[in-house]
Nanobody, 127 residues
């Protein structure tokens, strides 16, 4: 059974930092892209960041570029999201996403391309 489990969310003041973790089990995701998405109250789920296999290329939404960093530890079958300079508009439930297929770099923001999702972790940024 494939599972993705996020952790590391919480309440932080604007300007602060958080580090999200996603632990995968059941299958090895190291050969395939993994991503982070988020959903704020009343809004659609949106792409945040993705990383290609073997800690290769990284991709970011414009809204987080320069503030967030995605990384992975293939040995631990895990992916991380370091979030710095957090803003109130970053408040959302953050979801880890995985796939066992290849995704072209131009399409990593397409949520339908990911087959496996975590339960989400809440990030709240106070002003």
């Amino acid at each position: 059974q494939v599972q993705l489990v996020e952790s590391g969310g919480g309440l932080v003041q604007a300007g602060g930092s958080l580090r999200l973790s996603c632990a995968a089990s059941g299958r090895t995701f190291s050969l395939y892209p993994m991503g982070w998405f988020r959903q704020a109250p009343g809004k659609e789920q949106e792409f945040v960041a993705a990383i290609s296999r073997s800690n290769g290329n990284t991709y970011y939404a414009d809204s987080v570029n320069g503030r967030f960093t995605i990384s992975r530890d293939s040995a631990k079958n895990a992916v991380f999201l370091q979030m710095n300079s957090l803003k109130p508009e970053d408040t959302a439930v953050y979801y880890c996403a995985g796939t066992l297929s290849t995704i072209p770099g131009t399409n990593v923001q397409d949520r339908w391309r990911y087959d496996y999702w975590g339960q989400g972790t809440q990030v709240t940024v106070s002003s």
